[in-house]
């Protein structure tokens, strides 16, 4: 049984940072392209960032280009996003998700094809 989880979202000020969590269990973890995605209510669920199976290669939304980064560690089964010069923007429900394929495009191909985690909060006031 594949499980997602996600922790670190919270309530920030604009400016300021957070560091987010996604534990993933049940595959095999570097079989896996990882993605961060986003979403509002009333919107669609949109790509924040997503990284290869071995963390080399790394793709980001335009909107937070130079302000997250996103990584892993295939040791610990764990992918992480450090998000800095936070933005009312940025406020939204953040998923993670693994997508079959060690591509960093694997979470984008076929999203009814990822497993999710649940989400964690964040939001940002101004």
């Known amino acids: 049984q594949v499980r997602v989880q996600e922790s670190g979202g919270g309530s920030v000020q604009a400016g300021g940072s957070l560091r987010l969590s996604c534990k993933i269990s049940?595959?095999?973890?570097?079989?896996?392209?990882l993605g961060w995605f986003r979403q509002v209510p009333g919107k669609e669920r949109e790509e924040v960032a997503c990284?290869?199976?071995?963390?080399?290669?790394?793709h980001y939304v335009d909107s937070v280009k130079g302000r997250f980064t996103i990584s892993r560690d295939n040791a610990e089964n764990m992918m992480y996003l450090q998000m800095n010069n936070l933005k009312p923007d940025d406020t939204a429900m953040y998923l993670c998700?693994?997508?079959?394929?060690?591509?960093?495009?694997?979470?984008?191909?076929?999203?009814?094809?990822?497993?999710w985690g649940q989400g964690t909060q964040v939001t940002v006031s101004s």
């Open positions: 998700a693994a997508g079959p394929g060690a591509a960093v495009t694997a979470p984008l191909v076929d999203m009814a094809k990822n497993y």
């Open positions: 049940g595959l095999t973890f570097d079989d896996y392209g």
């Open positions: 990284i290869n199976w071995n963390g080399a290669n790394t």
